[in-house]
C-alpha cells in the first residue's frame, strides 16, 4: 500500500455550507451534498507577471504571483429537492413557506389511537381542515397527505389511519393545502377577475399565506374535491387575496365560470415560494463550496484531499430544457478564495447529511403546464402564442463582479449587480400572433409547471419582452420560430407584482395535477 499514481474523478464529490458572515462559516455548518454532472472551471486561477528588465543577457528574471480569480461551476439534473435550498442564494431572498413543523426532534410521538401526531408544543400553528404532508417518518402510513381534524399545541389529530412509532428526528408536517367545508366555496366570476369566494362560515382566507403571483392548484382526488365545471379546477395564479376571496388572474385555456359549491369539499393545494426582493427583503448568502479529491494513499482511504471556494456568490443560473431529455441547471459562483486542505488535514467541520435521493424531471412527460401569453388584465385564460416548443432555456444573472485591493489575494469582496432574467426558446409555427406580439412589444407573460411523482415545481415570470422572431423556413421541416425573452419586475401589471421570478415548489400534488 502506498501513493496512489492518479485519482479517478468518480471518487469525488461536492457539498456547500452557508456562510455566518462573508468567508466565515459557522461554529457547526451544515455541509449539504450536490450531484454535478460535470464542473466548469472550479478553483482558482492564479494571475503571473514575469520580470522583464533590460539586460544584456536578453533574459527575464522570474515571476511574481499578483492576482487569484477564484469561481467555480457545475452542471446538474434538476430534481424536486435538490436545489431549493441554494436557489435562495441565487435569488437573494429567503423561500416564503406555509406552516411547517418537525425536524430537529420536534414530533416526540405518533399514536395511531387517536390519530394524532404529538410534540411539546408547536403544532397549532396548524388548523383544522388543513392538508398537511408527512414525511420521514418509519411507518409508511405516517407519510403522505393528511386531513387536519382537530389541533392544539401538543396534538395534531387527522381523519387519517395512523401507526403508532416514535419517529426519527427529521420527521416533519408540512401544511400542502386546504379542504373547504360542504358548500362553503363558489366561483364568481362578476368582477374584472374570476374568484374564488367564500360562500359561507367565518375561515379567512389570508390565513393561507398566499401572495400575488403565487400558483395554486383547485381539486382533489377524491370525490367532490374539485368543482363540476373544469374550467374551475386546475392550474391558477394568484392575483390578490382578502378575508373572504381568492382572485385569479391567470388560469386554464377557457374562461372560469360561475359555480355554486352546493356539496362539494374543494381542495385547494400549494407551496413554498421563492422569489427575487427589493428592499430590506434582499438577503445575500454566500458558501463555502467543498470538492473532495479522494485519497491519496491508499492505505488510508478515509483521509481524504480536498479544495474549497471561499466566500462564494451564486452570479448565474441556467435551466436547460431540450426534447427527450431530461431538465439540467447550471450554477456558478464568483468566489473570494480558493483553499486547498491535504489527506492528513481532512476535509472542514461540520454534520453532512446524506443527499436526498430524488428522480430527474424529464421533458417528454413530467410538464403540466408551459404557457406564454399576451397579458390582457381582465382576461384569465388567454390565447397561448404557440401549441408546441422545441427546446427552452430560462437564465438568471446576478452581474456580479470581485471586488479587489492592494494588499489582497483575490478578492475582499464581490459585489452583486443587477438581477436579470431571460432566455431563448424555439416554438413551433402555427399563427403569427407570437411575431406580432414581438414587433408590437406586447406584454408577454410566461410559466411553466413541471411535476413528478405527487410532486412539483411552478416558475412564473409575470412580464416579458420577446425578442428575434424571425421563422427558420427548411425543405421537408415543420416551420420554427426562434425567440428571446427579456424579463422585467411585473409591477407595470400590478404594484404587487414586483418581482422578476417566481417559484413556487410543491411537497404535494394531487395526482390529478400530473
Same mark, same amino acid.
Given at each position: 500500500?502506498?501513493?496512489?499514481?492518479? =485519482?479517478?474523478?468518480?471518487?469525488?464529490?461536492?457539498?456547500?455550507?452557508?456562510?455566518?458572515?462573508? !468567508? &466565515?462559516?459557522?461554529?457547526?455548518?451544515?455541509?449539504?451534498?450536490?450531484?454535478?454532472?460535470?464542473?466548469?472551471?472550479?478553483?482558482?486561477?492564479?494571475?503571473?507577471?514575469?520580470?522583464?528588465? %533590460?539586460?544584456?543577457?536578453?533574459?527575464?528574471?522570474?515571476?511574481?504571483?499578483?492576482?487569484?480569480?477564484?469561481?467555480?461551476?457545475?452542471?446538474?439534473?434538476?430534481?424536486?429537492?435538490?436545489?431549493?435550498?441554494?436557489?435562495?442564494?441565487?435569488?437573494?431572498?429567503?423561500?416564503?413557506? !406555509?406552516?411547517?413543523?418537525?425536524?430537529?426532534?420536534?414530533?416526540?410521538?405518533?399514536?395511531?389511537?387517536?390519530?394524532?401526531?404529538?410534540?411539546?408544543?408547536?403544532?397549532?400553528?396548524?388548523?383544522?381542515?388543513?392538508?398537511?404532508?408527512?414525511?420521514?417518518?418509519?411507518?409508511?402510513?405516517?407519510?403522505?397527505?393528511?386531513?387536519?381534524?382537530?389541533?392544539?399545541? /401538543?396534538?395534531?389529530?387527522?381523519?387519517?389511519?395512523?401507526?403508532?412509532?416514535?419517529?426519527?428526528?427529521?420527521?416533519?408536517?408540512?401544511?400542502?393545502?386546504?379542504?373547504?367545508?360542504?358548500?362553503?366555496?363558489?366561483?364568481?366570476?362578476?368582477?374584472?377577475?374570476?374568484?374564488?369566494?367564500?360562500?359561507?362560515?367565518?375561515?379567512?382566507? &389570508?390565513?393561507?399565506?398566499?401572495?400575488?403571483?403565487? @400558483?395554486?392548484?383547485?381539486?382533489?382526488?377524491?370525490?367532490?374535491?374539485?368543482?363540476?365545471?373544469?374550467?374551475?379546477? +386546475? @392550474?391558477?395564479?394568484?392575483?390578490?387575496?382578502?378575508?373572504?376571496?381568492?382572485?385569479?388572474? !391567470?388560469? +386554464?385555456?377557457?374562461?372560469?365560470?360561475?359555480?355554486?359549491?352546493?356539496?362539494?369539499?374543494?381542495? =385547494?393545494?400549494?407551496?413554498?415560494?421563492?422569489?427575487?426582493?427589493?428592499?430590506?427583503?434582499?438577503?445575500?448568502?454566500?458558501?463555502?463550496?467543498?470538492?473532495?479529491?479522494?485519497?491519496?494513499?491508499?492505505?488510508?482511504?478515509?483521509?481524504?484531499?480536498?479544495?474549497?471556494?471561499?466566500?462564494?456568490?451564486?452570479?448565474?443560473?441556467? *435551466?436547460? *430544457?431540450?426534447?427527450?431529455?431530461?431538465? /439540467?441547471?447550471?450554477?456558478?459562483?464568483?468566489?473570494?478564495?480558493?483553499?486547498?486542505?491535504?489527506?492528513?488535514?481532512?476535509?472542514?467541520?461540520?454534520?453532512?447529511?446524506?443527499?436526498?435521493?430524488?428522480?430527474?424531471?424529464?421533458?417528454?412527460?413530467?410538464? $403540466?403546464? %408551459? !404557457?406564454?401569453?399576451?397579458?390582457?388584465?381582465?382576461?384569465?385564460?388567454?390565447?397561448?402564442?404557440?401549441?408546441?416548443?422545441?427546446? =427552452?432555456?430560462?437564465?438568471?444573472?446576478?452581474?456580479?463582479?470581485?471586488?479587489?485591493?492592494?494588499?489582497?489575494?483575490?478578492?475582499?469582496?464581490?459585489?452583486?449587480?443587477?438581477?436579470?432574467?431571460?432566455?431563448?426558446?424555439?416554438?413551433?409555427?402555427?399563427?403569427?400572433?407570437? =411575431? /406580432?406580439?414581438?414587433?408590437?412589444?406586447?406584454?408577454?407573460?410566461?410559466?411553466?409547471?413541471?411535476?413528478?411523482?405527487?410532486?412539483?415545481?411552478? *416558475?412564473?415570470?409575470?412580464?416579458?419582452?420577446?425578442?428575434?422572431?424571425?421563422?427558420?423556413?427548411?425543405?421537408?421541416?415543420?416551420?420554427?420560430?426562434?425567440?428571446? /425573452?427579456?424579463? $422585467?419586475?411585473?409591477?407595470?401589471?400590478?404594484?404587487?407584482?414586483?418581482?422578476?421570478?417566481? @417559484?413556487?415548489?410543491?411537497?404535494?400534488?394531487?395526482?390529478?395535477?400530473?
Amino acid at each position: 500500500m502506498a501513493q496512489v499514481n492518479k =485519482i479517478d474523478s468518480n471518487v469525488t464529490g461536492l457539498r456547500y455550507a452557508e456562510e455566518a458572515s462573508y !468567508k &466565515t462559516l459557522p461554529g457547526s455548518p451544515v455541509w449539504k451534498g450536490l450531484e454535478p454532472n460535470s464542473y466548469s472551471d472550479f478553483g482558482g486561477q492564479l494571475q503571473l507577471l514575469s520580470r522583464n528588465p %533590460i539586460n544584456d543577457g536578453r533574459q527575464r528574471k522570474k515571476g511574481v504571483v499578483t492576482d487569484l480569480d477564484a469561481s467555480g461551476g457545475f452542471n446538474t439534473d434538476l430534481t424536486q429537492t435538490n436545489l431549493q435550498d441554494i436557489l435562495q442564494g441565487v435569488m437573494f431572498a429567503d423561500l416564503e413557506r !406555509k406552516a411547517e413543523f418537525g425536524g430537529s426532534g420536534g414530533i416526540t410521538n405518533v399514536d395511531g389511537t387517536t390519530e394524532d401526531f404529538e410534540a411539546a408544543s408547536g403544532l397549532d400553528v396548524f388548523a383544522a381542515n388543513d392538508l398537511v404532508f408527512g414525511a420521514g417518518f418509519t411507518n409508511a402510513a405516517n407519510n403522505g397527505l393528511h386531513l387536519v381534524s382537530a389541533t392544539s399545541a /401538543t396534538a395534531l389529530t387527522v381523519t387519517s389511519n395512523l401507526v403508532t412509532e416514535t419517529p426519527p428526528s427529521t420527521a416533519t408536517l408540512v401544511q400542502v393545502g386546504y379542504q373547504f367545508a360542504s358548500a362553503t366555496l363558489d366561483v364568481v366570476v362578476s368582477g374584472s377577475l374570476p374568484r374564488l369566494t367564500r360562500a359561507s362560515g367565518t375561515k379567512d382566507f &389570508t390565513d393561507f399565506g398566499l401572495i400575488p403571483g403565487e @400558483w395554486i392548484y383547485v381539486g382533489g382526488d377524491g370525490a367532490s374535491t374539485d368543482f363540476v365545471n373544469s374550467e374551475n379546477n +386546475g @392550474w391558477m395564479r394568484v392575483r390578490s387575496v382578502a378575508a373572504s376571496y381568492i382572485e385569479i388572474d !391567470k388560469a +386554464g385555456d377557457s374562461a372560469m365560470v360561475a359555480e355554486t359549491g352546493t356539496g362539494l369539499t374543494i381542495q =385547494i393545494f400549494f407551496g413554498r415560494v421563492l422569489r427575487n426582493r427589493t428592499g430590506s427583503d434582499i438577503v445575500r448568502r454566500t458558501y463555502n463550496l467543498e470538492r473532495t479529491l479522494g485519497a491519496p494513499d491508499d492505505a488510508s482511504p478515509s483521509q481524504i484531499q480536498s479544495e474549497y471556494l471561499v466566500g462564494a456568490l451564486a452570479n448565474e443560473f441556467s *435551466i436547460n *430544457i431540450p426534447t427527450a431529455d431530461k431538465v /439540467t441547471v447550471d450554477l456558478s459562483f464568483i468566489a473570494a478564495d480558493n483553499e486547498q486542505r491535504t489527506a492528513a488535514t481532512g476535509v472542514k467541520s461540520g454534520s453532512r447529511p446524506t443527499l436526498v435521493d430524488a428522480d430527474a424531471f424529464n421533458t417528454s412527460s413530467d410538464f $403540466s403546464r %408551459i !404557457k406564454m401569453s399576451v397579458f390582457t388584465d381582465g382576461d384569465e385564460s388567454p390565447s397561448a402564442l404557440f401549441a408546441f416548443l422545441t427546446d =427552452i432555456t430560462l437564465t438568471i444573472n446576478n452581474n456580479a463582479s470581485p471586488s479587489k485591493a492592494v494588499g489582497t489575494l483575490g478578492n475582499f469582496d464581490v459585489t452583486a449587480g443587477t438581477f436579470e432574467v431571460g432566455g431563448n426558446l424555439t416554438a413551433y409555427f402555427s399563427t403569427v400572433d407570437a =411575431i /406580432t406580439a414581438v414587433r408590437n412589444n406586447s406584454d408577454v407573460t410566461f410559466d411553466i409547471i413541471m411535476t413528478k411523482a405527487n410532486s412539483g415545481i411552478a *416558475i412564473d415570470v409575470p412580464l416579458i419582452a420577446l425578442g428575434d422572431g424571425r421563422l427558420s423556413v427548411e425543405q421537408d421541416q415543420p416551420i420554427t420560430l426562434p425567440l428571446q /425573452t427579456d424579463a $422585467s419586475t411585473g409591477a407595470k401589471i400590478d404594484a404587487n407584482l414586483n418581482h422578476t421570478l417566481l @417559484w413556487v415548489f410543491f411537497d404535494y400534488l394531487p395526482t390529478v395535477a400530473e
